[in-house]
């Protein structure tokens, strides 16, 4: 039987009626048109579907929507700030790290989690925090460059 | 299931590819307009007329190759056409390309192409791909065709557009047309400071055009637009999540199909019931012989039907991976076979044989579809690298006339080779035509891994000779089951012989980046380090001492120099390998170091250097891109990447099971883009992943003296 869940996304509340064991995943994409985070494996293996709970990157196709209950979501389409790009999406961009994209919304929410975490990431801190999320067009070391960039930015913006 | 080894077409076949929803305002909706409101390409000739429309007539032998020898064409009056390019009385630019976009990039560099010769901004320019009733028909994106054909077609019509518009200028204000520039989407007579832009010029204008063959087109030394680090088309919609994939696409009504999977391949069903599942609300049970689905109005809700049907299914025995090579080779087992050295007059000769897994493509956007009968039209969209020929699969399989079928490739998250065929846009039109509803259908990752097709699994020999001081004498190569791309070694040989056998192959096979020349090269570049070894002679050495081809020379020495291959130092527990190759005229060399621990047997690549060459570079920052991106994907393949299956059925169908390479699996890498600006531009989503297996192999020698036959190298690590 669907039960009624008030989700914060992206700032707002949205009542949506669905089964607790539902997946986040099919909830942000089928219920409320929110199709940045995508499928790829239904395991949590791939990091397509990442959001953020509260700060935390987490797989939401394993997530069921019952367990969300008033945790802050974020997903890649609550990133932009007034028209202007999150430091880690334009670092994305600047640094190409991206072939098909598919993985990018996921890649672009699990770094902008660990830069949560380590505001000055090692390339180790980078990797083991990234190595959930695959992108199988292979620009590895393009993402790690932009979360490099990404954290200068911030820094950056940080001290003024 | 198909058991057939590769086609020839299929040996063609590779990777590439993009396209545009249906208008450019469409780009950012979710909701894509209504399929009658878009003109036919026959209207379309009529109704973009206002303004100048030019049609790109194909070269003969582009003209065959973009229409497939023997099958079946579409509409006469296209045939001959590559590409056209509208100008409209606004300024517009809008070029019609029937190839797609996978990430390649080809939205990008075609846009560069037209607006080189254009002397527009390349933002200007609006590239509509891969859609069935907007542009002309293509063979499809794959086998790194796209810059080598496409490209010039683009260029030649961006040319013919500026001379024609020079003309338009010239006789509105009755000057010589050599008095006039062409630049910034402007005409312009410097003597009078006059200008006019490409819209006044075409405004009012009705001009149908077919470029000459012989147009002029920019010297590369002249280029401004094409040579240049260009950013990602659309790459904002990429990093906010607006881009619609086909896995994204929603229809006014949309329902939501599953398929019913066979236990196996090969089985067909014995039984079906369907009770539990008739009693949910909304579902729709569609059954025709052993093709069974489920519609509902949302995906949890056909899941759950589909696990609700009970099914049972007539399986039939078949082989596992476990006697693979035997299977394809009789005989065959990994390894040295013969080695004659010193006594042996002829000189050393080194027999072995190599073997090659099956692996997948794994596109992270799983094949998808979303299917709409609207007035016995049917509109597909749908991740495919051959629009075209899933157009005539789907007219084929519901007996329409092509004209009756539209299929749309939105810009899709993938391929490399494994998007070519019609499957799941058949299944979805299938479901729709029942449902009397438009229905999506994606494959679960599992579907992805079980019912597409591999890069095929193969078995290769080797016999050669060197004499002492490392000159080759002969060479016999057969490859068996895994394809003759790249079959032919690029040394110079007095005796050389390279043979490929089809074989009966046990699982689907396919198209794959590259094709059979990671294969090839594999056993061919392994061969030639152990050649190198029993003659005594650097690897390095040994290769340029037995290669005469001049570009292939240069990438090696470019990458050994970069990675200072004569400097290197043997360390405990590292090694140094390299290899290179060539294939669809373009060039790579890879330079790699490798450690194995000696107590875990763990593996990792700790660097990479590879020299990249494919004649004049179209878009430096997206050829970086690609190159890092094949030697990725050849890193997987090389180390871990391999299918496994048994009695019909895929044992490791999921990302948890079947390893993929991720962030700790990538070293730094470094790529020298050797820039050929005498040269043709040549594709290169493909040629950089053939040397990076062997590259890794050798390595692997090095560090442990080990040699290795087998791809995957190390799937468990490398105890030493």
């Known amino acids: 039987m669907p ?65 969300v209950g008033a945790k802050a979501v974020v997903t890649i389409e609550g990133l932009e700030h007034e028209g202007k790009l999150h430091p880690v999406q334009q670092a994305f961009l600047d640094a190409d790290a991206l072939q098909c994209g598919y993985c990018t919304s996921g890649m672009i929410l699990s770094a902008v989690g660990l830069l949560k975490k380590h505001p000055t990431p090692t390339e180790a801190e980078i990797v083991s925090g990234m190595n959930g999320n695959v992108c199988r067009c292979g620009t590895y070391r393009r993402i790690v460059n932009a979360i490099h960039a990404a954290s200068r930015s911030q820094q950056k913006e940080a001290r003024r | 299931m198909s058991r057939r080894p590769l086609t020839e077409e299929q040996e063609t076949q590779a990777e590439e590819g993009r396209s545009v929803p249906l208008s450019p305002t469409a780009v950012n909706s979710r909701l894509v307009p209504e ?17 100048l429309l030019l049609l790109v007539a194909l070269p003969e032998a582009e003209a065959q190759e973009s229409g497939g020898g023997g099958r079946r064409r579409p509409d006469s009056a296209s045939q001959s056409i590559g590409a056209w390019i509208h100008i409209a009385a606004d300024g517009a630019v809008t070029v019609y390309s029937g190839k797609v976009e996978v990430g390649q990039n080809a939205r990008t560099s075609l846009a560069q192409a037209v607006a080189e010769e254009l002397r527009v901004p390349v933002g200007a320019v609006q590239m509509v791909l891969g859609d069935t009733d907007l542009t002309p028909y ?14 010039p077609q683009l260029r030649k019509a961006g040319a013919a557009a500026r001379e024609i518009l020079i003309d338009l200028a010239a006789a509105q204000w009755q000057v010589e047309r ?88 090969h089985a067909t069903l014995k039984s079906l019931d369907a009770q539990a599942v008739k009693a949910l609300p909304g579902v729709t049970v569609v059954q025709d012989g052993d093709f069974v689905g489920v519609i509902a109005p949302t995906a949890h809700e056909a899941t759950r039907a589909l696990a609700a049907l009970k099914a049972e299914w007539n399986t039939v025995s078949q082989p596992s991976d476990q ?79 092509e004209s009756s079928v539209r299929v749309i490739v939105p810009d899709t998250g993938s391929g490399y080779g494994g998007k070519h065929t019609a499957e799941v846009a058949i299944e979805a039109a299938r479901l729709a035509r029942a449902a009397g509803k438009p229905v999506k259908l994606v494959w679960t990752r599992e579907e992805e891994f079980t019912w597409a097709y591999f890069r095929p699994a193969g078995v290769l020999t080797v016999k050669a000779t060197a004499q002492t001081d490392g000159t080759l004498t002969h060479w016999e190569f057969d490859n068996y089951n895994s394809g003759p791309s790249g079959i032919r070694a690029p040394y110079a040989v007095p005796q050389q012989r390279a043979d490929f056998h089809r074989t009966q192959a046990p699982l689907r096979e396919g198209s794959y980046r590259g094709l059979a020349a990671t294969a090839n090269h594999f056993a061919r570049e392994s061969h030639i380090d152990d050649m190198a070894r029993a003659v005594k002679i650097d690897p390095l050495a040994f290769r340029l001492k037995n290669l005469q081809e001049l570009r292939l020379r240069a990438v090696l020495e470019t990458a050994a120099a970069r990675f200072g291959w004569d400097k290197r ?89 079947y390893r993929v390479p991720r962030f700790a699996d990538v070293p730094p890498i470094e790529i020298i883009l050797v820039d050929r600006k ?43």
Request: hydrophobic content about 35%.
């Open chain 2, 138 to 151: 293509d063979m499809g994106t794959f086998g790194s065709r796209t810059t080598p054909t496409m490209i």
């Open chain 2, 678 to 720: 005498d040269l043709p531009s040549e594709g290169a989503g493909e040629t950089p992943i053939v040397a990076i297996a062997p590259a890794i192999r050798n390595a692997l020698l090095d560090a442990t003296g080990q040699f290795l036959y087998t791809l995957p190298l190390a799937p468990n690590g490398l105890k030493t």
């Open chain 2, 35 to 51: 399929t009658t409101a878009l003109p036919s390409r026959r209207d379309l000739l009529k109704t973009v007329g206002a303004g």
């Open chain 2, 569 to 657: 130092r043997p360390l405990p527990g590292h090694g140094y390998g390299l290899a290179c190759g060539t294939e669809k005229n373009s060039y790579v060399a890879c330079c790699v170091e490798v450690t194995v621990d000696r107590v875990s047997g763990k593996v990792q690549v700790t660097r990479i250097v590879a020299a990249f060459e494919c004649g004049a570079i179209v878009n430096p920052l997206h050829l970086q891109n690609q190159v890092e991106g094949s030697l990725v994907m050849g890193l997987g393949g090389a180390l871990f990447e391999a299918i496994r299956f048994d009695q019909g059925k895929i044992l490791n169908p999921h990302l948890s099971a």
């Open chain 2, 323 to 401: 006697t693979l090579y035997e299977q394809l080779r009789p005989g065959s087992k990994a390894g040295k076979t013969a080695e004659r050295t010193e006594a042996d007059p002829a000189g050393h000769t080194i027999e072995a044989t190599y073997t090659v897994a099956y692996i997948a493509h794994t596109p992270l956007e799983p094949r998808a579809a979303v299917a709409e009968w609207k007035d016995e039209k049917l509109t597909v969209w749908t991740g495919t690298q051959r629009p075209f020929g899933v157009r005539g699969d789907l007219a084929a399989a519901f007996k329409l006339p």
């Open chain 1, 3 to 67: 039960d009624r869940h008030n989700l914060h996304i992206n700032g707002s509340v949205h009542a949506v009626e669905a089964g607790a064991e539902r997946s986040l995943l099919s909830v942000l994409r089928d219920d409320l048109d929110l199709t940045g985070a995508h499928y790829g494996c239904g395991e949590g293996q791939c990091g397509a579907c990442t959001v953020l709970m509260d700060g935390q990157p987490t797989r939401s196709c394993i997530t069921p929507v019952g367990a």
């Open chain 2, 178 to 265: 050599s008095a006039l520039t062409a630049g910034g989407g402007k005409i312009s007579h410097a003597a009078t400071k006059r200008t006019l832009t490409y819209g006044e010029l075409v405004k009012g204008q009705k001009l149908t055009q077919t470029i000459p063959a012989d147009v002029a087109l920019t010297p590369t030394a002249q280029w401004r637009v094409m040579g240049v680090s260009t950013p990602k088309a659309d790459g904002r919609d990429f990093v906010t999540g607006k881009h619609t994939y086909t896995t994204d696409v929603k229809r006014p009504g949309m329902l939501t199909g599953k398929i019913l999977r066979p236990a196996a391949f």
